[in-house]
Nanobody, 120 residues
Framework: QVQLEESGGGLVQTGGSLRLSCVVS????????MGWYRQAPGKQRELVAQ???????NYADSLKDRFTIFRDNTKNTVYLQMSSLKPEDTAVYYC??????????????WGQGTQVTVTS
């Protein structure tokens, strides 16, 4: 079994910063891609950023100047550093990890989500 636990969300003013963390635990052979998604009220879940096991990153075009994703493979943790936050960044942020529990099988796992609210 694999669990993802997010932390770091909260209430912040416009222009502020937050760092989200997501720890993957359980039966892990290897973690491939890790990423962050978000879902605002009334909208579909969207990709924020993702990072491969070798550190290659991919961002939503509109966010790459303000958000940074990175991971610590020794801690099975992925981070999202968010700066210059805007009210439109308000959403539930979800962590996703592609985890191999053995050499042959990988599955997508999601965290429960952490709320980020940016006030004007």
């Amino acid at each position: 079994q694999v669990q993802l636990e997010e932390s770091g969300g909260g209430l912040v003013q416009t222009g502020g910063s937050l760092r989200l963390s997501c720890v993957v635990s359980g039966t892990i052979f290897r973690i491939d891609d890790m990423g962050w998604y978000r879902q605002a009220p009334g909208k579909q879940r969207e990709l924020v950023a993702q990072v491969t096991s070798d550190g290659t990153t991919n961002y939503a075009d509109s966010l790459k100047d303000r958000f940074t994703i990175f991971r610590d493979n020794t801690k099975n943790t992925v981070y999202l550093q968010m700066s210059s936050l805007k009210p439109e960044d308000t959403a539930v942020y979800y962590c996703k990890a592609v985890v191999r529990r053995n050499r042959f099988v990988s599955n997508d796992y999601w965290g429960q989500g952490t709320q980020v609210t940016v006030t004007s």
